[in-house]
């Protein structure tokens, strides 16, 4: 289900927005009661808001940041606002260093079998006429040929998909999100960066299903009939993304993929599948990550910088840290002088 499990994350962790996707905030059309249960339920999650933070253990002193990954542009003062930190961090860790952003790249090019069907039928015949007319027609809402798709995996092309078509210009503009614009000042500033996540990670992560695997969950989720990127939720998911109400927007887009749903057994599915993109793609990430943290930030300052969700939670990455013995203490962004 992997083709799913990483769709859905990628849908419900904000990292597919940009400002230009910064509509409407449809949150605040919900009634009071189902805003208030879903304000409810996030609060119960550790560290459910708050995007900068500290954490203290052996006198040693680094700072966490959630970012996103897509540009906006507050993302200037967030940068800012981390160059004033004290004290200033020795190292950086990204989910991925741009040098192993370029490897994945490089693997792709050089291993198309990973990412191309290489024999037998296209999308266009596996699918079915239909099927492939609503691939299509998602395609050329983002500006894209669908014939240069035809021979995507599954999983390759929900990473094309991820992105809503109000987020492509802002992408292809070359603007940086927050993790490439911390990566460029720890550049400037001559710091080392690590990465957190492996090619080879990624890659299990991503591409490990069986190809006929893959194709029965692109069937069943072109079945609902809907943009599984959900551009009429971007809106809301940025304005929480300001608000540092993080936990709020896992709660709000799984509520809100669910109504995608209309029969039982496909919202079984999709709990299903939200319960794997959670174990699979947050949980374990989250785990492997605080292995190598706990030993690095005991030692040496440092600045981590990964996604936001990837912050609150009983198995987050602050969590963690904590239960590590780690004090973890939450920073305001902007400084004492911009308050």
């Known amino acids: 289900m992997r083709f799913l499990t990483t769709f859905l994350f990628l849908l419900s962790f904000s990292s597919i927005a940009s400002a230009n996707c910064s509509g409407p905030n449809v949150y605040s059309s919900l009634a009071e009661s189902e805003r208030q249960a879903l304000e409810t339920k996030a609060a ?29 542009p507050e993302h200037a003062a967030m940068v800012t606002r981390l160059e004033e930190l004290t004290p200033q961090p020795e190292k950086v860790f990204l989910e991925l260093t741009d040098e192993d952003q370029l490897g994945f790249q490089r693997h792709l090019t050089l291993n198309p079998d990973s990412y191309l069907i290489q024999s037998g039928p296209s999308l266009i015949d596996r699918l079915g006429p239909e099927l492939w007319e609503r691939v299509a027609v998602q395609l050329q809402e983002r500006g894209m040929p669908a014939f240069l798709a035809a021979r995507y995996q599954p999983w390759f092309l929900g990473m094309t998909l991820m992105l809503p078509p109000c987020a492509y210009e802002i992408v292809k503009s070359g603007k940086k999100g927050l993790d490439q614009q911390i990566a460029a000042m720890a550049k400037t500033n001559n710091l080392p960066t690590q990465s957190l996540d492996s090619i080879d990670g990624l890659l299990t992560m991503l591409a490990s299903d069986p190809l006929e695997e893959q194709m029965e969950d692109l069937r069943w989720s072109l079945s609902l009939n809907t943009d599984l990127a959900a551009p009429d939720l971007m809106g809301a998911m940025v304005a929480m993304y300001l608000d540092e109400t993080i936990q709020l927007i896992w709660e709000f887009s799984s509520a809100e993929t669910f109504k995608t749903a209309g029969e039982d057994e496909d919202k079984a599915r999709l709990a299903a599948l939200l319960k794997q993109a959670e174990d699979d793609l947050i949980v374990a990430r989250n785990t492997a990550w605080t292995e190598v943290l706990t030993k690095e930030l005991a030692q040496t300052p440092a600045l981590v910088a990964v996604g936001a969700l990837h912050l609150p939670g009983e198995t987050g990455v602050l969590a963690q840290l ?9 920073v305001p962004l902007k400084s004492a002088e911009n308050n």
């Open 322 to 330: 904590q239960n590590a013995g780690f004090t973890l203490t939450r």
């Open 44 to 72: 119960e999650a550790p560290f459910s808001e708050g995007l900068l933070w500290r954490a203290e253990k052996n006198g040693v002193v680094s700072h966490l940041i959630g970012t996103f990954h897509v540009h906006l």
